[in-house]
């Protein structure tokens, strides 16, 4: 029973984190707590493969990861495709133009706006969003758990970030925060 | 002593700058390039407080308590098997 203890004293650390890109991924609180559980569970029967003083963050959200694609994200809608290969990255800067050019409008949308406008991006562009700006993971770590080149991460995060944008642009012109483009 | 950075490459560059993702030589370049030029400043204002609100959405939440115990049952549990 020793070895249980051991695994918390690694693990649990990571709780925080690991429930809240559950959270953003599955979008549903009883979902990532089946999907965090699904995890723990897992990565305690891989245990002895871990090799101690590595890095657990990155092991248990690769694991996280493959038990979200495995067991959730079939099941859910795959992503709206969208090109945007040749979008602009400064067009929300530009759109919003003198009206606010410091972007102190993105501070007046409130969090779960801005939650709810992550969870409604497709799956790669949010689980590299998650990752990457909500729980500042090195792009190298965030590589690695997604089984992905560092290269395709910084497309992934280049588009999730201008789609970001881009909603909280809208949605700060519906509640009259910023003026419609002309 | 790299090529001094103009607006476009600066802007190119500013996401990873400000996730410390990118070389000392670049990074002291993007610098460089802010402290003259006003109109990246402002810029470089913009995206920063996009990654703040992020940040911030993000970190108010943390695992319940209530959840964090009935984890740590079902973990006894399938350690104890």
């Given at each position: 029973m020793a070895d249980v203890a051991v695994f918390e004293a690694e693990v649990l650390p990571q709780l925080d984190t690991l429930y809240r890109v559950g959270r953003r991924l599955t979008g549903e609180t009883a979902d990532a707590e089946d999907l965090v559980q699904e995890t723990l569970l897992r990565a305690w029967r891989g245990w002895a493969g871990f090799t101690q003083g590595s890095n657990v963050r990155a092991w248990l959200l690769t694991i996280l990861r493959n038990t979200f694609v495995s067991r959730w994200r079939s099941r859910k809608r795959e992503g709206t495709s969208i090109s945007l290969?040749?979008?602009?990255?400064?067009?929300?800067?530009?759109?919003v133009g003198s009206q606010d050019p410091e972007g102190h409008f993105f501070e007046r949308v409130v969090d779960t706006q801005v939650l709810a406008a992550v969870e409604g991006l497709p799956d790669g562009f949010r689980e590299a969003l998650v990752l990457s700006d909500l729980e500042g993971l090195p792009y190298a770590e965030v590589a690695a758990a997604?089984?992905?080149?560092?290269?395709?991460?910084?497309?992934?995060?280049?588009?999730?970030?201008?789609?970001?944008?881009?909603?909280?642009?809208?949605?700060?012109?519906?509640?009259?925060?910023?003026?419609?483009?002309? | 002593m790299t090529t001094p950075f103009d607006c476009r490459r600066t802007l190119d560059e500013l996401q990873d700058w400000l996730r410390r993702e990118v070389t000392p030589e670049t990074a002291a370049a993007v610098e460089a390039h802010l402290?003259?030029?006003?109109?990246?400043?402002?810029?470089?204002?913009?995206?920063?407080?996009?990654?703040?609100?992020?940040?911030?959405?993000?970190?108010?939440?943390c695992c319940p308590p209530e959840f964090r115990e009935r984890l740590l049952a079902a973990l006894r549990r399938e350690a104890g098997r």
């Open positions: 290969d040749d979008a602009d990255p400064h067009a929300i800067y530009r759109a997604l089984g992905i080149p560092v290269g395709t991460v910084k497309s992934r995060l280049f588009r999730a970030r201008r789609l970001l944008q881009t909603q909280l642009h809208d949605h700060a012109v519906e509640l009259g925060i910023l003026k419609a483009k002309p | 402290a003259l030029c006003a109109p990246c400043r402002v810029h470089q204002e913009f995206e920063q407080r996009f990654q703040v609100v992020l940040e911030r959405a993000s970190a108010q939440e």
